[in-house]
């Protein structure tokens, strides 16, 4: 009895056993199918996936730096694999790496990509399989923080001083990228400011060309500076020169001293700038001693500028030619007629008498002077005037009131700057006291 059941099993399993084999196939095929329907093999591409540089002590512990050649900073990373996994995959997933221990002969690394889950159900490719380095010595320098500003302050207004919070950058880097570092600038736009500045600005590298070094091999100390920039307002002033010493006898100066430019625009602040009025010049480089000739001096006029002023051009170097007219002296006579010759101020109640000159007469009153040639030779004799100020007159006396009697009044007249008498002229002067009867006829 079990021998029979024995054997119907035996032939259960072994009679037409291929179709049996077949049906087992098909049923793992369709399995196949219909798995790979519902969840096949796809690939997905990641894009500008950096590479990760691990180990990289091993190249700088020995003094070296190291840049990627090329261009190759990020790769694409195609991967392949069930799409349900890919579906949950993401481009954080996916690890690029460059192991710089391994490095090459050639300087090359292979970059090993991998994920971070999921790794054995799927196959990676990349883009790039290795990273070509440019391998230096590395070279440290110091160079000063150059402060710029650009643009134009608002109208009236000037840029007074532009200060960095620090004057000096360190840098690192490849020893080619950093030798060709020739300048550090820090740049502040001041258009249309009429107060002070004060803000940070990025640090750019610059080569002997004034092109600018972009190089992420290079690294400093700090990337940016906080910049100062003091705002000033502006005001044109006149110069005014004092020379120094005498020309040489029978000469003198003639007119005022001069110069090119006649003014200068300075700045300050506004307090500042409201004190001052004129810039007065006293320099020893203006020296009549002994001169007999015009001569035009160059001056510089920046040690002239008071503490909390400065010059509102800063191309402007301060110097200003100076000129001081000098020419000779010479005396001339003018006859001056009795009617030129008048007294002010005078008393109420005295008849005045000029002796020197009688009211109506023809006759004149002569006086020398002496100046500058060119101002001498302009006087118009014609209109030249001689006064005697009776108010003067009574103070000379020491005089409280008027008496009858006579007096002597000094002469003043009308002549032009750099002229002078050669004497003092006098006019005497007789008071007597007014009767009643001519008092009346006045009347």
């Not at 000033?232 to 010493?245: D, I, M, N, Q």
């Not at 002010?344 to 007469?361: C, E, F, H, R």
Request: charged share 20%.
């Amino acid at each position: 009895m079990k021998n029979n059941l024995g054997r119907r099993i035996i032939n259960l399993f072994t009679n037409n056993i291929g179709l049996k084999f077949l049906a087992v196939a098909f049923s793992c095929g369709l399995w196949i199918v219909i798995n790979n329907i519902n969840n096949p093999f796809e690939t997905k591409t990641f894009y500008n996936v950096p590479v990760e540089i691990i180990n990289a002590s091993s190249i700088t512990s020995e003094g070296k730096v190291y840049d990627i050649v090329g261009g190759t900073e990020t790769v694409n990373v195609s991967v392949e694999g069930r799409s349900k996994v890919l579906d949950e995959l993401a481009k954080d997933d996916i690890r690029a790496v460059a192991d710089m221990s391994e490095l090459t002969f050639m300087n090359t690394v292979s970059i090993k990509v991998s994920s971070t889950r999921n790794n054995s159900e799927l196959k990676f490719r990349s883009s790039v399989e290795t990273l070509q380095l440019s391998i230096e010595d590395m070279k440290n320098i110091s160079l000063p923080i150059i402060a710029y500003v650009t643009g134009e302050p608002a109208e009236g207004y000037v840029v007074g001083s532009t200060t960095p919070s620090q004057n000096i950058v360190r840098l690192s880097g490849p020893e080619s990228v950093i030798s060709s570092i020739k300048r550090v600038e820090a740049t502040t736009s001041v258009t249309g400011f009429s107060t002070d500045i004060n803000t940070n600005v990025e640090l750019k590298l610059y080569d002997a060309d004034d092109k600018e070094i972009k190089n992420n091999s290079v690294t400093m100390n700090i990337s940016t500076v906080n910049i100062a920039v003091t705002i000033l307002a502006t005001k044109e002033v006149p110069l005014s020169f004092a020379a120094a010493g005498t020309p040489k006898d029978g000469y003198g100066v003639s007119g005022d001293i001069t110069s090119d430019p006649a003014t200068v625009k300075v700045a300050g602040r506004k307090t500042a700038l409201d004190a001052i009025t004129k810039l007065s010049v006293n320099d020893s480089a203006i020296d009549l001693t002994d001169r007999d000739e015009s001569f035009t001096q160059t001056v510089n006029i920046r040690k002239y500028l008071p503490s909390n002023i400065q010059l509102a051009d800063s191309s402007f170097n301060g110097n200003v030619n100076v000129t001081v007219n000098i020419e000779k002296i010479i005396e001339k006579t003018f006859n001056i007629p009795a009617a030129k010759i008048a007294v002010s101020n005078a008393p109420t109640g005295y008849k005045l008498i000029k002796q020197d000159v009688p009211d109506g007469s023809h006759a004149t009153y002569n006086i020398r002077v002496s100046g500058i040639e060119s101002a001498v030779n302009s006087i118009d004799e014609d209109s030249i005037i001689g006064v005697v100020d009776m108010d003067a007159v009574l103070n000379k006396y020491g005089l409280t009131e008027w008496a009858a009697g006579g007096y002597q009044g000094d002469l003043t007249f009308n002549l032009p700057e750099n002229v002078t008498l050669s004497q003092t002229y006098v006019l005497n002067i007789i008071l007597e006291q007014e009767t009643d009867n001519e008092v009346d006829e006045e009347e």
